[in-house]
């Protein structure tokens, strides 16, 4: 089993910054990718950026430019460093571990990130 833990949401007004987390424990296999993925109130949850095994990265047009996502191997843990921050970015925020070992997808339980105007 894996659990995924998230943190680094709050409140922040447009413009500014958040670095998000998410630290990952348990039985941890291969890993097929990592993402972030978000959900705004009464929206579908939408995708936000990949980061595969080989450090490959891949964003949503929306964010493309302004969020950054990295992973610390060493720490087993996956970054989302969040600049220009738009009202529209207000969502909570989850991250997810494919396990190629298991062929399972982890979720973590979220963080929540309000941008105020």
């Known amino acids: 089993q894996v659990q995924l833990v998230e943190s680094g949401g709050g409140l922040v007004q447009a413009g500014g910054s958040l670095r998000l987390s998410c630290a990952a424990s348990?039985?941890?296999?291969?890993?097929?990718?990592m993402a972030w993925y978000r959900q705004a109130s009464g929206k579908e949850r939408e995708w936000v950026a990949t980061?595969?095994?080989?450090?490959?990265?891949a964003y949503a047009d929306s964010v493309k430019g302004r969020f950054t996502i990295s992973r610390d191997n060493a720490k087993s843990t996956l970054y989302l460093q969040m600049n220009s921050l738009k009202p529209e970015d207000t969502a909570m925020y989850y991250c997810?571990?494919?396990?190629?070992?298991?062929?399972?997808?982890?979720w973590g339980q979220g963080t929540q990130v309000t941008v105020s105007s």
């Open positions: 980061i595969s095994s080989g450090s490959s990265t």
């Open positions: 348990g039985s941890i296999t291969s890993i097929n990718f």
């Open positions: 997810v571990l494919s396990s190629r070992g298991s062929g399972s997808n982890y």
